[in-house]
Antibody
Framework: EVQLVESGGGLIKPGESLRLSCTAS????????MTWVRQAPGKGLEWVSS????????YYADSVKGRFTIFRDNAKSSLYLQMNSLRAEDTALYYC??????????WGQGTLVTVSS | QSALTQPPSASGSPGQSVTISCTGT?????????VSWYQQHPGKAPKLMIY???KRPSGVPDRFSGSKSGNTASLTVSGLQAEDEADYYC??????????FGVGTKLTVL
């Protein structure tokens, strides 16, 4: 069974940094692209970033480009999202998901990031 | 990239069918067959219901079906059941290494 467990969320002030983690199990992590999707409170889903299985390619939504960095450690079956220069509009539940052909097919339960002074 | 357009709400009685639309542009829905649909119950993570326009993952009931015509994709839920009440989101590959989601539709089973 595919399991994805996110961690690292919390309350943080505008302009500060935070790193999210996602630990995967139940599948061969190194075979899959991975993605981060966020959902602001009471709002819809927003794709944030994706990374190829071998880290060779990384993609970002315009809203986070230049501030967020996605990376992975296949040896640890872990995905990360380094978030810098955080803004109030980054407040959301951040989901880690396995991706197949631009389709997030298995999702974690999410980790909440709140950016507030 | 603008979010895909979905009706804010849809409803139907148990046993009926309901169709939810997802309208994009010729740069996303109209240009790629990487259209997916997700079901999200309150407080839960999204669940993939349809991928590549009309394919169902293992375990998803065949009451759920997907289609596409031009820039609009559709999700049809047949034989509505109480547990189908949830939010539904579409998504599409949008080219230039981007993915775009729909704004979401709240499905109510009357």
């Amino acid at each position: 069974e595919v399991q994805l467990v996110e961690s690292g969320g919390g309350l943080i002030k505008p302009g500060e940094s935070l790193r999210l983690s996602c630990t995967a199990s139940g599948f061969t992590f190194s075979d899959y692209s991975m993605t981060w999707v966020r959902q602001a409170p009471g709002k819809g889903l927003e794709w944030v970033s994706s990374i190829h299985y071998n880290s060779r390619s990384k993609y970002y939504a315009d809203s986070v480009k230049g501030r967020f960095t996605i990376f992975r450690d296949n040896a640890k079956s872990s995905l990360y999202l380094q978030m810098n220069s955080l803004r109030a509009e980054d407040t959301a539940l951040y989901y880690c998901a396995r991706e197949v052909w631009w389709t997030p097919d298995s999702w974690g339960q999410g980790t909440l990031v709140t950016v507030s002074s | 990239q603008s979010a895909l357009t979905q009706p804010p709400s849809a409803s139907g009685s148990p046993g009926q069918s309901v169709t939810i639309s997802c309208t994009g542009t010729s740069s996303d829905v109209g240009d790629y067959n990487y259209v997916s649909w997700y079901q999200q119950h309150p407080g839960k993570a999204p669940k993939l219901m349809i991928y590549e326009v009309s394919k169902r993952p293992s375990g998803v009931p065949d009451r759920f079906s997907g289609s596409k015509s031009g820039n609009t994709a559709s999700l049809t839920v047949s034989g509505l059941q109480a547990e189908d009440e949830a939010d539904y989101y579409c998504s599409s590959y949008a080219g230039s290494d981007n993915v775009v989601f729909g704004v979401g539709t709240k499905l109510t089973v009357l």
